[in-house]
């Protein structure tokens, strides 16, 4: 018994990885490895000119990082919060301020370990979600700016 169940799951994971590999490699709005440096120099710089330290992530859609920054000065616990927000986007398309708005209203289902407070914005590519900044380490408000800074320096 132990040794067909464990057949089966080889066999399960074998088909799943072709499959995602295809998909995230043929997207045209996938988010490469040199889109996210370009967010993220962004993001830092807004961050920078404001004498902010933070901790800045850009995921892909699926919320994997793609890339991540903790500037010099950022607690160890904005990485765990950036990468909530980040998450929180990538889970639902909206910025963590609107995700928070629509889920008290009761518009929108609760995505576990979601943040609704701002912080974490959309990266839109082609009109569609190509992934997700999140920012934390200051006011939630001045984490959006910085996130939106990264996001708005790939868009198109």
Not at 49 to 61: A, K, S
Not at 121 to 148: C, H, K, N, W, Y
Request: charged fraction near 20%; avoid cysteine.
């Amino acid at each position: 018994m132990t040794r067909r169940i464990a057949t089966t799951l080889l066999f399960a994971g074998t088909l799943a990885f072709p499959t995602f590999g295809v998909a995230q490699q043929d997207a045209p709005r996938a988010l490469t490895y040199e889109l996210a440096r370009t967010a993220i120099d962004a993001a830092e710089a807004e961050a920078r000119r404001n004498g902010w330290n933070v901790t800045i992530v850009v995921t892909d859609t699926e919320g994997v990082p793609v890339y991540l920054r903790r500037l010099d000065g950022a607690s160890a616990g904005s990485y765990n919060v950036a990468m909530r927000k980040a998450s929180t986007v990538a889970a639902t398309g909206l910025t963590t301020a609107v995700y928070g708005q629509r889920l008290e209203a009761g518009s929108v289902a609760e995505v576990p370990n979601g943040v609704t407070f701002a912080g974490g914005v959309p990266i839109m590519r082609d009109g569609q979600l190509a992934g997700a900044v999140g920012t934390s380490g200051v006011r939630a408000v001045d984490d959006e700016q910085v996130s939106q800074a990264g996001a708005d320096s790939i868009a198109n």
